[in-house]
């Protein structure tokens, strides 16, 4: 049975961090989270000027993960223990912050001076109680390894950041099953594929516009799906644009979900140890450099 779409989310315009912009459908006033699913944040797409770059500058998180994607313009990170890193079109950084990461992601130092466009997505998945406090880990994946699979028509192209997309698998290991496709659909795609029917869903259309099992969704919208076991996408063939999506999703944990700004954890206990420990340095210190 094809999965309907049982709510339609518009994303919200918001500034974040050091002020960079970005286009927001969860959380929501209408949906707090998609469990295991916390937060959709779209990048831009922004074109700055020289020194005009804004990005978040020395922060903290605890108890979930970040999930960085690039469309456009790079960024680079660096973290309280000493990692540092660029990301580049196409390239995807998957940081569990476990018990504790203190990092910054900022525009290129290129961007920062000669100006340029930043595009990107990041998500936040959540991390079951038993893995809050596991160690942090980094997964950076080039966009070369990223799998991608075409459909047979040749009209829907995937990038397959986690999950299984057209019998194509992610690279990508998680720590629960999370879904995580970048589809790229030309105009007269009709597409139908499985989706695992224990997953929690949602489809963010971030150019042009798409029908999911019958009901259209257009640019900034979030559709979140209902009971099923395939995803059915389709363009109409009349459309002038392609559209691109992001599928979301993953088992849910079915756990409480505590959050204080960079903080998700499962009691109010937890959050104010998170503090704590934030404050008292436990989760490090960027050294400059
Ligand atoms: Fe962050």
Redesign the pocket.
């Known amino acids: 049975m094809h999965r309907p779409v049982t709510q339609v989310i518009t994303a919200r315009h918001q500034t974040e961090g050091g002020g960079f912009k970005v286009r927001r459908p969860l959380p929501s006033a209408g949906l707090r989270y998609l469990d295991p699913i916390l937060l959709i944040d779209e990048m831009g797409p922004v074109d700055y000027r020289p020194g005009e770059g804004v990005g978040?500058p020395d922060?903290p998180?605890r108890g979930f993960e970040?999930v960085t994607y690039m469309l456009d313009g790079e960024f680079e990170h660096r973290d309280s223990a000493g990692h540092a890193g660029r990301l580049q079109p196409g390239d995807v950084q998957w940081m569990t912050a476990g018990r504790g990461v203190v990092?910054s992601?900022m525009p290129s130092t290129r961007i920062m001076a000669e100006g340029g466009r930043v595009h990107g997505f990041q998500i936040w998945v959540n991390l079951p109680a038993r893995l809050k406090m596991t160690q942090p880990r980094y997964q950076e994946v080039a966009a070369s390894r990223i799998p991608e699979a075409i459909s047979d028509d040749g009209l829907a192209r995937v990038r397959v950041i986690a999950g299984e997309a057209l019998g194509v698998s992610a690279r990508i290991d998680t720590h629960t099953p999370i879904i995580y496709q970048h589809w790229i659909l030309q105009p007269g795609t009709q597409v139908t594929q499985k989706l695992p029917a224990d997953c929690n869903a949602m489809l963010y259309v971030f150019a042009g516009a798409i029908e999911s099992a019958g009901k259209p969704l257009v640019d900034g919208e979030l559709g979140i799906l209902g009971k099923g076991d395939t995803l059915e996408l389709s363009v109409p063939a009349e459309a002038t644009d392609s559209a691109q999506v992001l599928l979301l999703g993953g088992v849910p944990l079915g756990e409480s979900v505590v959050q204080h700004g960079?903080f998700v954890m499962n009691t109010r206990e937890e959050i104010n140890q998170a503090i704590t420990d934030y404050q008292q340095g436990r989760m490090g210190v960027i050294q400059p450099g």
Do not use: G, V, Y
Request: glycine fraction near 0%; hydrophobic fraction near 15%; aromatic fraction near 0%.
């Open positions: 978040a922060h998180h970040t990092h992601e960079p």
